[in-house]
Structures are given as C-alpha cells and as structure tokens.
C-alpha cells in the first residue's frame, strides 16, 4: 500500500511556465514532508521540507504549499528553467523506531526551452 | 568532505551469486538507511539502522542482509541474488531520525 500518493507521473512545462506536483497521504502521524530532486545517474537531493505547523514554506523559486485537513502537500516550481529537469519526490516521515521515510513514486519535469 | 559513499557503482551477477555493497558516510551521522529504487515505485526502504550495531526491517527486506559494525559504514548484502533484485540502490543518511536524509549516488546491479 502505497503510503504517500504523488501525481502527475510526468510533466511537460515551458520554460518561465508554473511547475505544480502534488502529493496526498493517509496516515495523519506524518510530521515532516520533504521534497527531493533526483537527475540521472545521480541519488536524490534534499530540496526543500516543510513540517505540519506552516501552511506554506518558500526558499528562492521553490514553494511547498501544505493543506492539514485534506492530508495534501505540493511542489511549486516558479519561473521553471529548462536546469530544474530531472524527476522529483515527495516523502513524509513520523517521529518513531527508524523514522523511515516513505517516498512517492516520483514526477518526471521536462521544461522545454 | 565526500558526504556519502557508495561502492561500488556498477556490478553484474549470475543468479544465484553473493556480493556486499558498501555505503560509507564522513557526516558523524547516526542513522543509516538502504533503498532500492525501481522504475514507477520509488524509494522503498530495504534495511535501516539507527546507530552502531543496531539494524533493522525496512518495506521490503526479504532476500537481504546488513551489518554496522562501525558508526561510518553501513554493509548491504545479498546471500543468493535473484533476478527480481535487478535495482538501483542508494544508502542514505541522517543526524537523527526525522531528518534531512542524505544521499549517495547509487550502485546500479544486475542480476542475470
């Protein structure tokens, strides 16, 4: 069972355009929800994280927007470059044995010069 | 400071063969963690640890084992490797749980 559900799988956007990726969870335990980029060949890099007591978090053209009541967060990407494409995931994590990190199945960015 | 490491990056097996892969971190981190990563599915947690010589389950452990003998290093390995452990796999890393996790750039494992 899929923990945490991200959506769209892929995403074709202009370059200047609004790069949006979301994200949805189950178990209301979750207490820190980070964003990672991966580009090929390399791991995935921290992006930027948000923990459940801030509705919005905003570090340069990067913004996570995070609704408690509809167990949803997502990944705003302004001004999107045609440097940001790589695949990007959402994860969340609860305060516990391990604090695994339960990630989504990831989006594919594409922007088009 | 090289952060964390993995070895090594490429590796073909037969069915059937064993083999270790290493992931080394310079952080002075507490946590480490073994994913595998696979086309439509993520990250999926294999193995984790939450300090030296302790380890523990993951989602998917089946088929694996690890060891963390030092603080530094964090050992995966596969007694009998079968072709549905086909993966890329990354080790990662965190100062304590619920934390930023560092990651390596991969072992990208075949299984023929």
Redesign the interface.
Known sequence: QQQVKQSPQSLIVQKGGISIINCAYENTAFDYFPWYQQFPGKGPALLIAIRPDVSEKKEGRFTISFNKSAKQFSLHIMDSQPGDSATYFCAASMQGTGNQFYFGTGTSLTVIP | NAG?TQTPKFRVLKTGQSMTLLCAQDMNHE?M?WYRQDP??????IH?S?GEGTT?K??VPDGYNVSRLKKQNFLLGLESAAPSQTSVY?C?S?L???????????TRLSIL
Do not use: C, I, K, T
Not at chain 2, 40 to 45: D, E, K, Q, S, W
């Open positions: 964390v946590y963690y439509g599915m993520g990250l999926r947690l984790y939450v523990a993951g989602e990354f990662a965190s304590w749980g619920n934390q930023p996790q560092h990651f390596g750039d991969g």
